[in-house]
């Protein structure tokens, strides 16, 4: 049934759970509680609801018109004569629209249903020996994409391998699968799957670019985006919920790039922690939905959750040049929405920025670093590929050259971006300027082709920066638009593409993009599927096991590590990658650029505690970081802060996370150091939050907490969330 008449009921008490139905025989859909339960997910209709809430204020009317297929609740109504319902912005709808659990108080845990999962090759393997691990049969979610676009160089036989068990396990389980070449993946997911409404799980950071056409859209490790392709859900800290006002409008030579890094230069690369930025105001409409995706994708670079922009007329025209207008549905904020926080950026006073080396929040105007020599400039990534962004490369370059100490290539997004760039000219003007035209992969950006010359500047727009992950230890690279670095490649040094004059008028291309889905093989039906013989080479080894949580920890102090250490330090980007399926050997990588001894003196001490600063594993979600200190022994780490991605890693995989009581003590400890924790099991189980770290010296104890949601808890006592959910199975 497409649409369902009106209901309308009662719900007695502000407390109890909406919509509770006393009258009428077809209640809207909502996701069970998948609290150690498997559900396979179904559309659900588009209706209305209507109800009177009673509670210690009075009486209140509400309406909510679902939107179809989701759930998420378009617009609240009042009652005629009546007052209306607390209004609702935008992230908290598409929260409201996937709870399972919970309620929506920040800092709360929360489980949310998911519509769609989105896995990439670099995560990928991990997250498919995971799922196996489940023993379920198919994915019990509506769609789920494998994009093969990190390891696409072969040197060896590896790459292939992976590439060949990735292909397999998509068909076996019933998951699409898009065949390396045909493009990044956060590109191909917004161009032909991303939907206003739905909720994104993505195997990789950035899968909040699908924020751009008001998705909620959300990055994980491999085993949580495991645990949901199965059926699961998944659990999350309710975030805090930041209004964005954009006013006024992007002045010549400035782009979307320089919106993201203006807030990297506001918040840094910690400031966004637990937190949904929510974009409003009278700029959003001046941004296209290309530009809109750089803004999300980036998001991430500050700690946060994710980012989510209303679907409005952009939306729909992006979403019908496409030939999917039928996803399109109006979303955005209730008039008069709250938000926990505000940012006002008025976009027409901003300039072009740049972020200097060695990471994406050290964030100036082009115009302080402006003159530097350069010696490479890359356009492309996840985060500056659209056809909007090569355009501008393109009218910039167009009869001229690149500077002759410059080496430069570009990146399109998708085979899409590759021929609509190549039908409108823009290629033809960037190979002629001197441009090498790689094909659509993530490539450089993660360190797969194109290392620069170790301590000279490279100028990229990519969205990271991070130390050696370009591939080349001791690297300086600096991040920004596309027109600065068009600027650049021109004048072989950085330049504020303001010098140049007049910008060029770069409009849409004037024919709508070739549509053509064969490269993304779809899976057979179920019955064939059952017969697929899944395809394993020898670097597709299983993840280590957890353990159950101990009741004491008594460990050496392995290493300690400064603020802002990323994921890629501990799971190296570039050729290293080839050895993510394999943790024994990726494991041998860990810490390499802090101190080349780590691995070995981790196996020799048999494991050991790791310490670290703040926004300890920033960055990617790969879990491979996680998996290779679990390999090597480690049970617990201790930072002045976790990014959230990885934070919620170390504990899928039993992995304790601890934090100072007092930061002052980070300054103390020293590798070497024995320490010895007590009572670890029993505090975690009672949800005690104070341990002590006693040194075997007998000097001065370290105070520590384990601040920990319930489910967090009972995955760590458990050993990890596999083994969490196989033992909830038995006991059901």
Known sequence: MDTLDALRVEILGQDQEFPRIVSGDAPPYKPQDMRGQRRRQEEPPRFEVECRVHGSEGTRARRFSYGGPYNVPIRVHSGEGEEMAEAQNLAQKLLTGHLSAGDLVPGEEIDLSVDQILIEDATGSMTALQFEELGVDRISVPLAVMYVDHNVLQIDDKNMNEHRYLQSFSARYGVHYS???????????????????????????????????????????????????????????????????????????????????????????????????????????????????????????????????????????????????????????????????????????????????????????????????????????????????????????????????????????????????????????????????????????????????????????????????????????????????????????????????????VTPASFNPTIDDRQILSPPPPEEAQNVEIIRGRNIVPPPEGEPLAETLEEYVLIVVEDDVSTGDMAPDGIGMSLWSNIPECAKYMFDRQDPEFHDRALEWGGGFIVGGHNYGQGSSREQAALSALYLGVRAIIAKSFARIHRQNLIAQGILPLTFADEADYDKVKEGDAWKIENVREAVSSGETELVAKSDSGGEEIRLEARLLTREREVLLAGGKLKYLSEESRSE
């Open 179 to 505: 065949r390396p070449g045909n493009g990044i993946s956060h590109y191909i997911h917004l161009e032909r799957f991303a939907r206003p409404g739905a909720l994104l799980l993505g195997a990789d950071s950035h899968s909040t670019m699908s924020g751009a056409v008001g998705m909620l859209a959300i990055g994980a490790g491999g085993l949580d985006v495991a645990v949901a392709m199965a059926g699961y859900g998944f659990s999350i800290e309710c975030p805090r919920v930041v209004g964005v006002e954009l006013r006024g409008e992007l002045p010549g030579w400035v782009q979307a790039k320089d919106v993201i890094l203006e807030l990297l230069r506001r918040y840094g690369v910690r400031g966004g922690g637990g937190r949904v930025f929510e974009f409003t105001g009278e700029g959003v409409s001046t941004l296209s939905v290309m530009e809109r995706g750089t803004i999300c994708n980036m998001i991430t670079e500050l700690g946060a959750t994710t980012a989510v922009f209303p679907a409005d007329e952009q939306t729909r025209e992006w979403l019908t040049a496409q030939g999917r207008e039928d996803d399109y549905v109006e979303l955005s904020a209730d008039e008069d929405a709250d938000y926990d926080e505000t940012e006002v950026v008025d976009l027409s006073e901003l300039e072009p920025l740049i972020a200097k080396p060695q990471s994406p929040g050290n964030v100036v105007p082009v115009r302080e670093v402006a003159g530097t020599k350069t010696v490479q400039v890359c356009i492309g990534s996840s985060v500056n590929s659209a056809y909007e962004d090569l355009a501008v490369v393109g009218a910039v370059l167009k009869d001229e050259i690149v500077h002759p100490s410059i080496e430069m290539t570009v990146t399109p997004g998708s085979r899409q971006i590759l021929d609509t760039i190549s039908r409108g000219g823009v290629y033809l003007d960037l190979v002629a300027a001197g441009a090498r035209m790689l094909e659509p992969v993530c490539g450089p950006c993660i360190g797969v082709g194109q290392a620069p010359s170790a301590g000279l500047p490279s100028v990229r727009t990519f969205n990271r920066n991070f130390p050696g992950r370009s591939g080349t230890v001791g690297d300086e690279v600096y991040l920004c638009s596309p027109a600065t670095a068009a600027a650049t490649a021109l004048k072989g040094e950085i330049s504020d593409p303001r010098t140049l004059g007049e910008p060029p008028e």
